[in-house]
């Protein structure tokens, strides 16, 4: 795998909703396909989030568990590249949130906009919980606590990965410098090996002398060719270049696909509670079905009228599935009358279909063999965990909570 770049990890979690649908796809999955052959990836199942809006029916946690990770499976994701787990089986995350909520201001959560939004959207539920203000603080450990460089997600989720960022600064700025640092450092260096260190410390320091900005960055690049230090002293040694602490807990990015706004079967975003969704198990004349009855510009009510393509929501499906000939068809026999309704949706019932049916079919067969989904699971769990626990020893180190 010497395609991966060791020095950025990517992370991701989902709520376990149970199956996914097209939403998923575009917004978020096709995006962690990608990432795997490039990145090492982390991918997870968000469980304790479920429970911040679900405390009251936890039962339904586990199927949806599983029939979400069939789905990740059955659209590619691939478990001998990527890291798959269950984020309650890593409970380093819960003692991270913890210390992070020592030194995070309320006013940061409250002010992140999902926070009310989802409140106001779910009156049927009290989501005046501590649990619910904390959610993306919660979101916050689970990036941090994998030092991860990327994370891709929906674009409603770029909110929390700012909180984040600001988190990891406040953590740093606080708690930055460990009392051993400057050995930690130096035994670092070592590890580099005599030739690599040399021309760190020769860089370092020209840069720290006389503000060498060519040579920063020289040193910077050195530090990302190194293979054989581990990110904890990677992350020292990018410190003490800067003459500065460690950095403990790395800010992430986040990082969006194309269609990270998939719209569903009525133009509004695709979401199973607007009962939108075209599901990654549908059968073909289900899909067939729901795309024939979709809404279309109103103002064609006989063939004989001509619309306008921006006013319908099958126009954003040609943008996401059609190449350019076909979408100048649309275009063209849509205003001017030329085709019909029926007859412009074809190309995307056909685009769909191939799309959905072998990811359904791969999905029939997962769902047939649980007993390699667990074992997926617990390997994966098992993985993230020392992860886990180096960034946690240190946290806790840096914090002076490493007394025994
Ligand atoms: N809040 C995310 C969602 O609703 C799920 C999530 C939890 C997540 N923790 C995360 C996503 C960490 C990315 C990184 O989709
Ligand atoms: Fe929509 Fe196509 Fe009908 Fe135009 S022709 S209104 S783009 S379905």
């Known amino acids: 795998m010497s395609s991966v770049n060791s020095q950025l990890r990517v992370l991701s979690g989902m709520r376990p909703t149970g199956r996914l649908h097209l939403g998923h796809l575009h917004g978020v999955i096709k995006n962690w396909t990608t990432l795997q052959h490039e990145y090492e990836c982390f991918f997870f199942v968000a469980d304790w989030h479920a429970l911040t809006t679900h405390y009251d029916d936890p039962l339904i946690i586990e199927s949806n568990i599983w029939d979400m990770v069939i789905d990740w499976l059955a659209a590619g994701v691939n478990p001998s590249t990527a890291t798959l787990f269950v984020q309650s089986r890593v409970p380093e995350h819960a003692e991270l949130h913890l210390l992070l909520s020592m030194m995070t201001p ?15 959207n779910m009156q049927d ?14 979101q916050s450990a689970d990036i941090l606590i994998y030092r991860a460089g990327y994370v891709p997600v929906g674009a409603d989720q770029v909110a929390h990965v ?22 930690n450092a130096k035994a670092a260096i070592k590890k580099m090996g005599k030739k690599s260190a040399s021309i760190y410390n020769k860089l370092r320091k020209s840069y720290l ?49 194309k269609a990270a706004k998939m719209p569903g079967l009525d133009g509004r975003k695709m979401s199973k509670s607007y009962d939108n969704i075209i599901s990654l198990r549908d059968e073909d004349d289900e899909i067939n079905q729901k795309i024939k009855t979709m809404p279309t510009d109103p103002a064609r009510v006989r063939l004989s009228d001509p619309g306008d393509p921006e006013k319908c929501p099958v126009w954003e499906f040609h943008q996401i599935y059609s190449d350019a000939k076909t979408c100048a068809w649309v275009q063209e026999g849509c205003r001017s009358a030329s085709i019909g309704c029926l007859e412009c949706k074809k190309p995307v019932i056909d685009a769909v279909v191939d799309e959905v049916e072998p990811i359904r079919e791969r999905a029939k067969q997962l769902a047939e063999n649980t007993g390699m989904i667990k074992s997926v699971i617990a390997e994966g769990s098992e993985k993230a965990r020392e992860v886990a626990r180096e960034t946690m020893t240190d946290v806790r180190q840096a914090m002076g909570l490493n007394y025994r």
């Not at 190194?226 to 986040?254: T, V």
């Open 106 to 120: 309320l006013g940061w959560l409250e002010r992140v906009p999902s926070y009310k939004d989802m409140q106001e």
């Open 125 to 138: 539920k009290d989501l005046s919980t501590y649990g619910f203000l904390g959610y993306p603080l919660l």
């Open 162 to 183: 700012e909180l984040t960022r600001e988190v990891a600064r406040r953590f740093n700025h606080l708690y930055g410098r460990e009392p051993d640092f400057e050995e």
């Open 209 to 257: 002398e006389t503000g060498d900005q060519v040579a920063l960055e020289k040193a910077q690049a050195l530090l990302k060719e190194q293979q054989n230090i581990s990110l904890g002293d990677s992350e020292r040694l990018f410190g003490y270049l800067e003459g500065g602490g460690k950095m403990i807990l790395a800010d992430p990015q986040s990082l969006l696909t």
